[in-house]
């Protein structure tokens, strides 16, 4: 009785088009190679680790780590630590000062700028130019809501928002600065192809139509499709000379397994599986065989 419910268990597969979670992804202690070990920005030492900077040797602890007593530890990197404009305009809590130093961001009229594009990387988005001129240099403002039907700047317009929730965006065919807050989807968008995502829509007939894996026509292209949220992908499989819906993730092999589900999915017992259905049943069985022992 145990091992038919065990087997029913991890045979289970839903019917339809195999949809998985973007956020699903296996542990970095489950897989075993090091190029799958890295492609789901997990780190490879000999085995698979988490990314983290106690995990790491000297030889790759740098960035975010720093090593110290012998060990690679945390980093927080401080303002004064960039040394150069560009990489301090890159940290979104920090802003390149009048005094020519990186300083802990404050508040947008801190800074003058040269270029008034360059307000907008001040803080986290929320500065832009103001028409004040000191010196020849541009001083920064908070950045405030406005209507986006009357911004007449491509630039700008992709910078600003209408509210907390409602952005602006371009639309290069009628020059337009249009306020985006219900695209949700590749049909959404119909006309406005700048909107129109390429890795879940495809832009046909001047529409955005939603992908399908039979858009793809060649095979290494041939792994999977995102939602326009981005929250879900749906999986592909080249079969046939040519690419098709997967309905069974047993169709997937070994190689294409952890390939076409972006890690969602791993080869174990001559089968591709999720790894979270997959460590779910080994824990379920615990509990059957603790119960019914």
């Not at 000297?58 to 560009?86: H, R, V």
């Not at 209408?162 to 985006?180: E, P």
């Not at 955005?208 to 326009?228: A, D, G, L, M």
Request: hydrophobic share 25%; charged share 20%; aromatic share 10%.
């Amino acid at each position: 009785m145990k091992q038919i419910f065990f087997f029913c268990i991890l045979t289970y597969q839903a019917i339809g088009q195999v949809i998985i979670e973007s956020s699903q992804k296996c542990l970095c202690v489950d897989i075993q190679e090091q190029v799958q070990c890295e492609s789901i920005n997990c780190y490879w030492d000999e085995k698979c680790l988490e990314n983290k900077c106690e995990n790491k040797k000297q030889a790759k602890c740098f960035g975010e780590c720093q090593w110290s007593n012998g060990q690679c530890i945390n980093y927080n990197f401080n303002c004064n630590d960039y040394s150069t404009q560009k990489s301090c305009d890159q940290q979104s809590t920090c802003g390149w000062s009048t005094q020519e130093k990186c300083l802990k961001f404050e508040k947008c009229s801190e800074y003058l700028v040269t270029d008034p594009n360059l307000c907008y990387s001040k803080g986290t988005e929320q500065c832009e130019a103001s028409t004040t001129i000191i010196n020849g240099k541009y001083q920064c403002r908070d950045k405030v809501n406005v209507d986006c039907g009357i911004i007449t700047s491509q630039n700008i317009c992709n910078n600003s928002k209408q509210s907390s929730n409602i952005k602006c965006r371009w639309k290069q065919s009628t020059d337009q600065c249009l306020a985006i807050n219900d695209i949700n989807s590749c049909e959404n968008v119909k006309d406005w192809q700048e909107m129109c995502d390429t890795n879940a829509c495809v832009w046909l007939n001047n529409t955005c139509k939603t992908r399908e894996c039979s858009s793809f026509t060649i095979q290494k292209t041939c792994k999977y499709i995102p939602n326009y949220a981005q929250t879900q992908i749906s999986i592909c499989v080249w079969t046939e000379d040519k690419c098709q819906t997967l309905l069974n993730s047993n169709e997937l092999s070994q190689d294409q397994c952890f390939q076409n589900t972006k890690g969602g999915y791993m080869w174990i017992n001559d089968g591709c599986v999720s790894c979270h259905a997959y460590f779910l049943n080994i824990i379920t069985m615990l509990i059957i065989f603790i119960f019914l022992g």
